[in-house]
């Protein structure tokens, strides 16, 4: 059984997604500790074995612009990114937010379509990955 909940102590988000985007994709720690992560809402989601994935929302306005999604390796393939996304976004709809944003890795657009994002814009290339921005209404 796994959990998910809003958390305000970030030490297991800052340590997963330290996991997957530093040490599995090789993202320096400069582009991922940004200083925004005092400005944004953050979300952890846990199973038997502790924390297992994790996302921030930056709020602006009435757009969530949704960051940061990772899952450990060990966790993958089970659906718990799909369900973090979903889970956040009815909350994120009833906090009275309009529309999500996000900038998909463009190995990771299918997975968010899924989830009813359209792709828009070019691609960009985002701490030497390439990112596209997608948008859904809540």
Request: aromatic share 6%.
């Amino acid at each position: 059984m796994s959990g998910i909940a809003r958390v305000t102590d970030l030490e297991a988000a800052l340590a997963i997604r330290a996991e997957v985007f530093m040490r599995e994709q090789g993202v320096s720690l400069a582009d991922e500790v940004d200083g925004a992560d005092p400005d944004c809402l953050h979300w952890l989601m846990t199973d038997a074995e502790g924390p297992v994935a994790t996302l921030r929302v930056m709020p602006l306005g009435e757009v969530a612009k949704i960051q940061r999604v990772a899952v450990l390796a060990r966790a993958r393939g089970r659906g718990l990114g799909a369900r973090l996304m979903r889970h956040v976004m009815e909350e994120l709809r009833a906090m009275g937010f309009g529309t999500a944003l996000l900038g998909a890795q463009t190995e990771a657009l299918g997975f968010y379509e899924r989830l009813g994002f359209v792709a828009e814009g070019p691609v960009y290339d985002d701490a030497g990955i390439p990112h596209r921005d997608m948008t859904r209404p809540l």
